[in-house]
């Protein structure tokens, strides 16, 4: 009995000395314990204050791209099968808002009566599955619209990319304790809610917000002519109309020189999906450059065009700019740099976004700052409830139990320690809501003592001794206990998945209290009872 008693002493201590540990480490001051403390507990934005962003993904850009994409595919197919359309005989629509994004049309026109056959074989095709045709002038004129699946999917893969996306760039801003997730509220489930705990000065949250909706798209175009004053006098060269396969791009304003405009082919070379890394680094005249690596695939592409094209410009176009236009100088292969940076922060947030391309544009709708006075505020009142709730539940405790009280009080202020100490250890942000969550487990932990209280004073009643009595005591409110719980737990589970970022906080919180719960209320109660009966030759009476 002894030696299972110093068994489960040391399992305590050993857990005590871990929760400790990641709690405040090994600290040598007072000093060290509040620094400590305050780098491994987390707090969220309403503690700790910050900006919180809402962003509406434009979902209609990743509409677009998949219509552009798949209008390229035609146009390769028909090629493959000798059907000849006239150059402008495929468009599409261009749907300008996010209701909108889903409505968007590709439009045939000119398909030959005698090929309208083989045309239809070819669009709907498995590689069309995505799209529905749509006779609009048989045999000649044609229609195609995005399935209703397509559509969701479509959706939901940009809103996933997106979030993930965000989240990298955040990351590489070197931000912590954030959050990125939809915000719910959207009909057309396009918006997206940014949390930035500690960022409130006005420039960072400015510099911040502007690298996130960067696109980060990155084209390598060859230069057809340029450079132009003015988009005007590049069509006046061609009777006012633009040349097939060509686009207009304006040149990233460059000090207090006028702005420039290049007219460029409207096929890449080098597309931002073909790039595998991209960082900052000194160039060779000391001044900040993006080197940037290609995919294995577009480095064979990027050399032989490099190759062909040795004293001729190109345009290096990101997000519909071009940033730089240089000539080139010998064959490229896998490797290629964006010089013309002006500091290391403009060097290091082009290679952020190269590296964290957006699928889809960000259009920032709201934001506001939760001021550090407004969470301090929050912590005091917080800690306060629990104080008061603690402080009140011993008193009652110790009073209607009396030394048994001790007993559940111990239990409680480890349960306490271990709710801390996993919040540290998972990495998870402590959040008013999840203080919400630690002062309801003080609740739960205290209803599981009393089950387990009454319970031995049922059994004392019906004349046990006092040692069978604990232990009926433990057994029989055992089940009860694992069952409160186990629901308890269900209901945090679906409040996890449906619900919002402060909803979470307060269930995962809830479900780490409920779990160190189990153990201090069932192990660590019961090892004191025995511990206290241990020492007596024979137990007459027990204080509960």
Same mark, same amino acid.
């Given at each position: 009995m002894k030696r299972n008693l110093r068994i489960k002493a040391f399992i305590i201590v050993g857990i005590i000395l871990v929760c400790i540990y990641g709690t405040i480490g090994v600290p040598k001051s007072w000093g060290d314990i509040k620094k400590n403390f305050g780098e491994n507990i987390k707090l969220g934005l309403d503690l700790q204050g910050g900006t919180q962003l809402v962003l509406q993904v434009q979902l209609q850009d990743a509409f677009v791209a998949t219509a552009d994409t798949t209008i390229? +595919?035609?146009?390769?197919?028909l090629r493959k099968n !000798?059907?000849?359309?006239?150059?402008?005989a495929i468009s599409r629509t261009e749907p300008t808002t996010v209701e909108d994004a889903d409505k968007i +049309?590709?439009?045939?026109k000119g398909v030959p009566p005698t090929q309208a056959a083989d045309f239809r074989r070819i669009v709907t095709s498995a590689s069309y599955s995505q799209w529905t045709l749509t006779p609009v002038n048989a045999p000649s004129d044609y229609r195609m619209n995005v399935t209703t699946s397509a559509s969701l999917e479509i959706r939901r893969n940009t809103m996933d990319a997106t979030i993930k996306t965000i989240d990298r760039k955040i990351n590489g801003l070197g931000l912590s304790e954030t959050s990125v997730q939809p915000t719910g509220r959207d009909s057309n489930d396009a918006e997206i809610l940014v949390q930035l705990p500690g960022v409130s000065d006005i420039s960072h949250i400015g510099h911040v917000t502007e690298v996130l909706k960067t696109k980060g798209i990155l084209e390598w175009d060859q230069v057809v002519e340029g450079p132009f004053t003015s988009p005007d006098e590049a069509l006046a060269k061609h009777g006012g109309i633009r040349p097939l396969n060509t686009k207009i791009v304006p040149e990233a304003p460059?000090? /207090?020189?006028?702005?420039?405009?290049?007219?460029v082919s409207s096929i890449p070379v080098v597309r931002g999906s073909d790039i595998m890394s991209a960082h900052a680094n000194i160039g060779e005249a000391r001044g900040w450059e993006t080197d940037f690596v290609l995919s294995q695939a577009a480095a064979t592409k990027f050399e032989a065009y490099t190759s062909a094209n040795i004293g001729k410009q190109a345009a290096i176009v990101v997000d519909g700019q071009a940033i730089s236009v240089p000539t080139i100088q010998s064959a490229i292969s896998d490797r290629g740099r964006i010089t013309g940076a002006s500091t290391q922060q403009e060097a290091s947030d082009l290679a952020l976004n190269l590296n964290a391309p957006l699928l889809a544009g960000l259009v920032q709708i709201e934001s506001r700052q939760v001021g550090a006075s407004l969470g301090s505020d929050s912590i005091q009142e917080g800690m306060r409830a629990g104080l008061v709730g603690l402080i009140a539940v011993v008193l009652v405790m110790l009073v209607y139990?009396?030394? /048994?009280?001790? !007993?559940?009080?111990? /239990?409680? =202020?480890? !349960?306490? =320690?271990?709710?801390? /100490?996993a919040l540290s250890y998972f990495g998870a942000t402590l959040t008013l809501p999840g203080i919400a969550g630690v002062i309801l487990t003080i609740g739960m932990a205290v209803d599981s003592n009393?089950?387990?209280?009454?319970?031995?004073?049922?059994?004392?009643?019906?004349?046990?001794?006092?040692?069978a009595a604990v232990d009926a005591g433990f057994s029989k409110a055992f089940l009860t206990i694992i069952d409160t719980h186990v629901t308890t737990v269900v209901s945090c589970l679906f409040l996890f998945i449906f619900g919002t970022g402060p909803v979470k906080g307060f269930a995962i919180t809830l479900v780490i209290g409920l779990v160190a719960n189990v153990f201090t209320a069932v192990f660590v109660s019961k090892t004191i009872f025995d511990f206290e009966l241990s020492g007596k030759k024979r137990v007459e009476a027990l204080s509960i």
């Open positions: 390229e +595919q035609i146009k390769s197919d !000798n059907l000849q359309l006239p150059d402008d +049309q590709i439009n045939i460059r000090g /207090a020189s006028g702005k420039r405009y290049w007219m139990y009396r030394r /048994a009280g001790i !007993n559940a009080t111990l /239990a409680l =202020v480890l !349960n306490a =320690v271990i709710l801390i /100490a009393v089950l387990i209280f009454e319970r031995i004073r049922e059994e004392l009643r019906t004349g046990k001794a006092i040692v």
